[in-house]
């Protein structure tokens, strides 16, 4: 059954094409119109020609009645002229009459079937009491009656109905010629409109095919030749889009590929101080132990700096993986901060730098706990570093209805102007005669500024050479989820 359905689906694929949509839409607005058109014009024609054919009939019966009352007919129903008058009428417009005599009796019948009878229809009764003339129109059986009275010959009262069936037949024949031409047209239309949808649906969708053609024809190089497809603002938008995503996915790219390259220089530098240290004692004979010590201590360093690279990687890898969706609990941000602090006395006090925090109590707010206070941590922690003995690195928290800030400030080395742009940056550090000396990745605040963004914040530094800097950053109090 399925393999039924899937292909029946198929089949039916083209139904979705915008192309077929719109020659559908064109043939029915072509078609449709003209149908309507002719139908309506049809129908006109039928009412306005029953409705002459009706007064002018209505106009002779009444011309016929006078004459009869005047040759007094219905006293006289074997006057020859006025018999042959009703003859000529009733072969004029092909149907039958009748006349009804004050008693109610048929004294003439050009079908010569009723005469002698008895006829009291509701038509002659009407007729003979408003005196005037009645018509009716019989669609069965295609057929106008006409009831026309006969006044006496001394005037007065109606005494006799004329009662006559006159055919339509002709103009339901004027019809039928009007509708079959009508659908000649309609037809002949249709054709034209056919070929014509088809052409113009061709026309309108081709853009879209350029769109699709452009797109499958750019390679893996993200294209850097643009071009604008510029036959509709929809095509326009969707190429602008599509460059800018393109230059979007070409710079990822490019950072991928720096990053990658970074990574294996970083890892690699380490490595490559290891090698030398090792050669250099491998190489020689009766080396004394204290050298042996003192370039395993070497070696020791290395490994804890690769240690230190690759830990900072897996946070950074981590925190871009799960990005989007942060682990996030109501957390009282003073203790955070508190623990942050405490943890990082020590490397204050080895480094003789004094830590202040100046905090609004009571601040909670929707965060990721580690995210956070790793974030919070590499900004102390490079206030502590990058200061100067007897410096100091002050905290400040507050917050208002919507946001909480944390200020971290320093009386450090500060950093550069030129060097504010980048120090977010994966593995950038500001100058690598001071990286010498001060232990780093240049990862910790791509680490915190990844944190901050997770938590739909923000981060600004400021800074002043050898002044100090400040670090500000804002975080919802609530985390605002997005539906991805
Ligand atoms: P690192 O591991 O080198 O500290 P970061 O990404 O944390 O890496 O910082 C990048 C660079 O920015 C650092 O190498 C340092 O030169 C500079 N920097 C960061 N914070 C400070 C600060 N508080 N004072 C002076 N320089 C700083």
Redesign the pocket.
């Known amino acids: 059954m399925k393999p039924v359905i899937s292909f029946l689906l198929e089949q039916l694929k083209f139904l979705k094409s915008l192309r077929f949509r719109i020659f559908m839409l064109l043939m029915l607005a072509g078609a449709i119109p003209c149908i309507i058109v002719s139908e309506s014009t049809i129908v006109n024609y039928r009412i306005r020609a029953l409705s002459l054919k009706t007064t002018e009939a209505v106009n002779q019966c009444r011309i016929l009645a006078n004459h009869l009352a005047t040759a007094n007919y219905l006293d006289n129903p074997h006057n020859e002229i006025s018999n042959s008058e009703i003859e000529q009428l009733s072969s004029f417009y092909d149907g039958r009459i009748m006349i009804v005599n004050e008693s109610f009796k048929v004294i003439y019948d050009s079908y010569g079937l009723a005469v002698g009878r008895t006829m009291i229809s509701k038509e002659v009764i009407d007729c003979r009491r408003s005196g005037s003339s009645e018509t009716a129109y019989d669609k069965k059986g295609r057929y106008i009656e006409l009831s026309t009275p006969i006044m006496g010959i001394e005037g007065g009262s109606a005494k006799g109905v004329m009662f006559a069936s006159i055919s339509t037949d002709s103009v339901l024949v004027s019809m039928d010629i009007l509708r079959r031409k009508a659908w000649i047209i309609i037809i002949t239309a249709s054709i034209l409109i056919f070929f014509g949808a088809m052409i113009l649906a061709r026309m309108l969708v081709m853009p879209f095919e350029r769109i699709a053609n452009t797109i499958a024809s750019i390679e893996q190089d993200f294209g850097t030749e643009q071009v604008s497809i510029p036959d509709y603002t929809e095509t326009e938008s969707i190429m602008e889009a599509f460059y800018k995503l393109m230059s979007r996915m070409k710079s990822l790219d490019e950072s991928r590929q720096e990053f990658v390259s970074n990574v294996s220089h970083e890892l690699k530098t380490p490595l490559a101080s290891m090698k030398v240290l090792a050669d250099s004692i491998r190489g020689e004979d009766n080396v004394p132990i204290e050298t042996y010590r003192e370039f395993m201590d070497g070696i020791t360093e290395e490994v804890d700096r690769e240690n230190e690279i690759i830990t ?1 990687l897996l946070s950074l890898v981590k925190m871009d993986k799960t990005a989007g969706v942060p682990n996030v609990e109501s957390t009282d941000i003073n203790g955070l901060l508190d623990e942050v602090i405490n943890r990082l006395k020590p490397l204050a006090e080895q480094k003789e730098v004094s830590i202040f925090c100046d905090a609004q109590p009571g601040i909670a707010a929707e965060v990721d706990r580690t995210k956070l206070s790793l974030a919070l941590t ?2 102390i ?3 502590i ?3 100067v003995p007897e410096g100091w ?1 002050k905290v400040e928290l507050e917050a208002d209805h919507q946001f909480f800030t944390l200020t ?1 400030s ?1 009386s ?4 550069p102007e030129e ?1 504010l742009d ?10 690598e005669s ?2 010498n000396t ?11 500024r990844t944190a901050v963004l997770l938590h739909r914040g923000a981060i600004r ?1 400021s ?1 002043e050479e050898g002044k ?4 500000i950053v804002r975080i919802p109090l609530k985390y605002a989820y997005t539906l991805s």
């Open positions: 900072d590499n900004l922690e490079n206030g570093k990058y200061n690195v971290v320093d450090g080395i500060g950093i060097a980048h120090i977010y940056e994966r593995f950038y550090r500001v100058d001071h990286s001060i232990d780093g990745t240049g990862l910790g605040l791509a680490i915190t530094a800074s100090g800097t400040s670090f």
